[in-house]
Antibody
Framework: EVRLVESGGDLVQPGGSLRLSCAAS????????MNWVRQAPGKGLEWIAY????????YYADSVRGRFTISRDDAKNSLSLQMNSLRAEDTAIYYC?????????WGQGTLVTVSS | DIQMTQSPSSLSASVGDRVTITCQAS??????LNWYQQKFGKAPRLLIS???NLATGVPSRFSGSGSGTHFTFTISSLQSEDIATYYC?????????FGPGTKLEIK
C-alpha cells in the first residue's frame, strides 16, 4: 500500500523558515516524480513544486520560486520542502503527492500557519 | 500560465440525478487534464486522468470527456457519498494549474 506522511507543519512568524518532510512507503520511491500541493484555509488547490525521479528537474510555481526549495533523499524515501521568507499568504495545508502529472496518491497534509 | 475555469462553482442535485461539471482551459491543452474529488477534511483523490481515463478503483458512474480547451466531468447517477468538491487540473505545462473547484451538495 502506498503511504505518504507529511510532517513539520507549525506556527511560524512572517519572515521565518520551516522545513516540511514527506515519508514515503509502499512503493519504489526513487522511481517516482513527486510534487507539493497546498490549500489555503477554505480555498482551492495550488500546485507549488515538482521534482523528477532523479532530482535533476525541478519546477516551482511563481508564488514560491526563490523562497521554497524542493528536494529528495532516495536513501531515506523522503521528500522535503524548505520554506524561507514565509508570508501570511503561505498559510495552508501542504500535501505531498506522487506524480508525475496524475497525482494518484496524496498524504494527509500538514498545516503551516504564518502569523505573528 | 494556463488559466482553468470551472462551472458551476456550486451545484445542488438529488440522489440519482445526472450531474455535469465543465472545465475550460485558457489555451489548448490537448487531453492533459485530470479530475479530482475532495471530501471535507480529506486529501484530494484522483478520479479521471488524461481527460477520460478512469483511475483505478473509481466507480464507473464517473466519467470525463473533452480535449483542447473544453472538458466535461459527469456523474451518471449521483450517490450520497459523492458529496465533495471537484477540481480539474491541467498538466500540459508548468505551473500545473487547478480549476477553482465545484462544490457539489445533495438537494
Amino acid at each position: 500500500e502506498v503511504r505518504l506522511v507529511e510532517s513539520g507543519g507549525d506556527l511560524v512568524q512572517p519572515g521565518g523558515s520551516l522545513r516540511l518532510s514527506c515519508a514515503a512507503s509502499g512503493f519504489t520511491f526513487s522511481s517516482y516524480e513527486m510534487n507539493w500541493v497546498r490549500q489555503a484555509p477554505g480555498k482551492g488547490l495550488e500546485w507549488i513544486a515538482y521534482i523528477s525521479s532523479i532530482g535533476t528537474t525541478i519546477y516551482y510555481a511563481d508564488s514560491v520560486r526563490g523562497r521554497f526549495t524542493i528536494s529528495r533523499d532516495d536513501a531515506k524515501n523522503s521528500l522535503s520542502l524548505q520554506m524561507n521568507s514565509l508570508r501570511a499568504e503561505d498559510t495552508a495545508i501542504y500535501y505531498c503527492a506522487r506524480g508525475p502529472f496524475n497525482l494518484g496518491d496524496w498524504g494527509q497534509g500538514t498545516l503551516v500557519t504564518v502569523s505573528s | 500560465d494556463i488559466q482553468m475555469t470551472q462551472s458551476p462553482s456550486s451545484l445542488s442535485a438529488s440522489v440519482g440525478d445526472r450531474v455535469t461539471i465543465t472545465c475550460q482551459a485558457s489555451q489548448d491543452i490537448s487531453n492533459d487534464l485530470n479530475w479530482y474529488q475532495q471530501k471535507f477534511g480529506k486529501a484530494p483523490r484522483l478520479l479521471i486522468s488524461d481527460a477520460s481515463n478512469l483511475a483505478t478503483g473509481v466507480p464507473s458512474r464517473f466519467s470525463g470527456s473533452g480535449s483542447g480547451t473544453h472538458f466535461t466531468f459527469t456523474i451518471s447517477s449521483l450517490q450520497s457519498e459523492d458529496i465533495a468538491t471537484y477540481y480539474c487540473q491541467q498538466y500540459d505545462s508548468v505551473p500545473y494549474t487547478f480549476g477553482p473547484g465545484t462544490k457539489l451538495e445533495i438537494k
